[in-house]
């Protein structure tokens, strides 16, 4: 067996037994560490394919990879700079070419040859000849030619290439030692890990990590530097760059936890031990890691089934999806009063607000209707919201608990690790998901949070 084959069987063994001890420690769905890593890195059998003479012609003494683009294609436009950088970087292996799609005009190809200062040359698929030998339907994509006697062969191709493909071809070019093309320190973003990692990839994309920026994005908040620091990958360490809202980095990505390169760079960092430079105290509710792992289950999209999966990442789309570590952990609730000993100015303020009356905006039916109550009234323990009316403290309203969550540890032994204090400190996320939990769209279009807010602290002020 070659070298490169039992390395390849090793690396993979360790990978098998990794995954079922993840699979025992963390109770994760079953599934396999990087599971597609034989694909990437094995060397099929070449594929003859009778290419176009404009193209075999310039495959002489060693590899070429044939870069199909269009000059005014998007996706081609991103992944350009990676092969223009790869044309040099990889000169001693390989050479590059550029072959255009039939549409494109001379012009266009000429302003984009200029655009990028691409140093390789590029022909024009005039004739589509290259299209019909390949059977590539779409831009951009790369083969990987070779000479071999009178015939030129095809070793491997990316149909898309991807941004980040760069690193899978550098591993493809060096079967001896494949993960030596990371460097230390590196990002290379989830487009290179997916590549084998398959199974952690789309188990990713199903979770609030997958969705980070977008979240922020969406809240114009993607220009704020306090926000986006912790819903994108290696910013201000050479990885993310503000303003880049289409970075491979954009989002709480596999090295946000693995570190750069994780840890196929050699520099082995255990996960576990990242994750509270986010999820501080300010930044969610409770956490500890043991509570987090289950929401991070790095196979769970091998447990649903496609139609399941789309409504999880609707869900995820639309904001519909449970956030649950912004969820208060479970625990019975002490009630507004046991609250007054120690906060007497803030329960005199909330008793004569619209929290604590808001039972008494449910007539007749609707005060025993408990999706009505949940809404109206803290549960007598927080957790999952109970079905029955008779769990509900409908003698208070809105209490304290509602906002802060459950109280007894807290009266026990006052501090602010055992309840939430929503601070001026306490970021609008925090906020947002408490009080959007009733103050929906659909209920109340008319809310806003920093309205609210304002008047809520305003009220405080003028009661100092």
């Avoid at 099929?44 to 269009?70: G, H, I, M, R």
């Avoid at 503000?242 to 946000?256: F, I, K, N, Y």
């Avoid at 936890?257 to 996960?271: F, L, N």
Wanted: proline fraction near 6%; hydrophobic fraction near 35%.
């Amino acid at each position: 067996m070659p070298f490169q084959k039992q390395l390849l069987f090793f690396v993979l063994s360790l990978a098998f037994l990794s995954s079922l001890q993840a699979v025992a420690e963390r109770n994760w769905s079953t599934g396999n560490i990087a599971a597609n890593t034989a694909t990437v890195l094995n060397h099929p059998e070449p594929l003859s394919l009778e290419l176009p003479e404009q193209v075999t012609s310039q495959v002489t003494d060693k590899p070429v990879l044939v870069f199909y683009f269009a000059p005014l294609c998007p996706h081609c436009l991103a992944v350009t700079p990676e092969l223009v950088g790869l044309s040099s970087e990889l000169a001693d292996q390989i050479s590059i070419i550029g072959v255009s799609s039939g549409a494109a005009s001379q012009e266009e190809v000429s302003a984009f040859v200029s655009e990028f200062s691409v140093p390789f040359p590029v022909t024009i698929d005039t004739d589509r000849s290259f299209a019909q030998a390949t059977g590539i339907r779409s831009t951009p994509a790369a083969l990987l030619l070779e000479r071999r006697g009178d015939e030129v062969v095809t070793l491997t191709g990316w149909v898309p290439w991807f941004d980040g493909a760069g690193t899978v071809l550098k591993m493809f070019l060096n079967p001896q030692n494949p993960f030596s093309v990371f460097e230390e320190n590196q990002y290379v973003g989830k487009t290179v890990c997916n590549a084998c990692h398959t199974e952690e990839g789309a188990s990713w994309s199903l979770t609030h990590h997958g969705i980070a920026y977008a979240t922020i994005y969406f809240a114009d908040r993607a220009d704020d530097e306090e926000c986006v620091g912790c819903h994108v990958t290696g910013m201000n360490q050479g990885g993310f760059v503000m303003g880049d809202h289409r970075s491979d980095l954009a989002g709480v990505t596999c090295e946000s936890c693995h570190s750069a390169g994780g840890p196929h760079d050699g520099v082995r960092v255990d996960a576990a031990t990242t994750c509270e430079g986010c999820h501080d105290a300010e930044h969610s509710v409770s956490f500890t890691v043991e509570r987090a792992l289950p929401h991070i289950d790095h196979y769970l999209a091998n447990t649903l089934s496609e139609s399941e999966a789309n409504e999880r990442w609707e869900a995820l789309r639309q904001g519909r999806a449970e956030r649950p570590m912004l969820a208060f952990l479970e625990g019975p609730n002490a009630g507004s009063e046991a609250c007054r000993g120690c906060h007497e100015s803030e329960h005199t303020r909330w008793s004569t607000g619209p929290h604590a009356t808001a039972m008494g905006s449910l007539t007749g039916e609707l005060s025993s209707d408990s999706s009505c109550v949940r809404c109206h009234a803290t549960p007598v323990a927080s957790g999952p919201l109970p079905e029955s009316v008779t769990d509900y403290r409908t003698d208070e309203g809105v209490g304290c608990e509602s906002c802060h969550g459950p109280g007894v540890a807290h009266v026990a032994e006052p501090n602010v690790s055992n309840i939430l204090s929503l601070g001026d400190s306490c970021p609008e996320c925090v906020l947002n998901e408490v009080c959007t939990t009733c103050h929906t769209q659909g209920w109340d279009p008319e809310w806003d949070l920093n309205t609210r807010l304002g008047t809520i602290r305003e009220s405080y002020r003028s009661s100092e």
